[in-house]
């Protein structure tokens, strides 16, 4: 095995920051801003050189998971702008005085 598969080898669990960004679709500065903020995956630093392991981002895609959204939501959601303002008209007709 030459020097060059033993490196492929070693790093074949790894992605670097354009890849990781290709892969979930957002840009490298995305991936910076995460790891600024210390929201984006754990990732492995080798001097300037940075690297994510694809374990952890799974790990990391895994954690960021919501659970479902709850039925009949829509029954305690606001009511539309044009629902608010005719209820408020009609509100406002029993509240005017006659003269």
Known sequence: MDEADQLSSIMAGYVTPKGLAKALGVTERTI???HHFREGP????????????????????????????????SERSRPSRKSRIRMSKELNKGREAPE
């Not at 300037?48 to 039925?71: I, T």
Request: with cysteine; glycine share 6%.
């Open 42 to 73: 754990p990732r492995v630093e080798f001097g300037r050189k940075v690297f994510y392991r694809l374990e952890s981002v799974k790990a990391w895609l895994e954690g960021c998971e919501h659970p479902q959204a709850r039925a009949n939501r």
């Open 32 to 34: 910076a801003r995460w």
